[in-house]
């Protein structure tokens, strides 16, 4: 898959597993990621290296990911 100049969504990427995901698409060429999270179980401290990149975007949701309105907004 060729993620190149493409905005990528992740989706928990204030968690564990979703920052260490963000770390390497900003290695990769993307345009922008989104990083979708509710902060219940993510820290923003996770994202500390990343928020440095001026292509990470950071979306907090307020209700859940079935919310297809918050999904469309991001």
Sequence with gaps: MNILGKNILVTGGAGFIGSHLVDMLLQEDVAKVIVFDNFIRGDIKNLEQALQD????????KGDLIRVDEVNRA
């Design 54 to 61: 001026d292509r990470v975007e950071i979306f907090e949701v």
